[in-house]
């Protein structure tokens, strides 16, 4: 895998665990239904079969996947997202919306399923039961000292 963040940060931590190539789009295509290995080739068309298969591998051991033998002979699983694999869905929405924004050329929109509208993504505090604008919020650090 690639060299480490050795940062005290959340985004750093996180691309530490999911920013290897490829292995984000993995997990968005097992998020989006894609879950046999031959699906996943075929959806993601230059991967090589090595690469998929140690993506896999790696997201099972983060628990953001999981496998389950369907197949012994030859041995082939099926692929769910855990719980934290489907939390993963907001980070992938939020790019879709970015995109959306920013990217010349733009393939997907997220859409409010009963409308078919374009949605925005917001921030809500359930604290006071409101929505909250991108600039009421602020990160805040958790701890000052390093634990060992």
Same mark, same amino acid.
């Given at each position: 895998m690639k060299s480490r963040y050795p940062l005290e940060c959340n985004i750093a931590q996180t691309l530490n665990l999911v920013g290897d190539r490829w292995t984000m789009l993995v997990l968005h295509e097992v998020l989006v239904g894609n879950d046999t290995f031959n699906t996943l080739k075929q959806e993601l068309t230059s991967i090589s079969s090595n690469i %998929?298969?140690?993506? %896999? &591998?790696?997201l099972v051991q983060l628990d953001l996947i999981s496998s389950t033998l369907y197949s012994d002979h030859p041995p082939r699983y099926r692929y769910t997202? #855990? /719980?934290s694999g489907k939390a993963f869905s907001t980070v992938f929405d939020a790019m879709l919306v970015w995109g959306r924004t920013h990217l010349d050329e733009c393939y997907k929109k997220l859409v409010h #399923? &009963?409308? /078919?509208q374009e949605v925005e993504i917001g921030y809500y505090c359930p604290s006071c039961e409101t929505k909250v604008t991108e600039d009421e919020v602020h990160p805040v650090l958790l701890? #000052?000292?390093k634990v060992n």
């Open positions: %998929l298969s140690d993506r %896999l &591998k790696h997202p #855990t /719980e #399923t &009963k409308c /078919e701890h #000052t000292e």
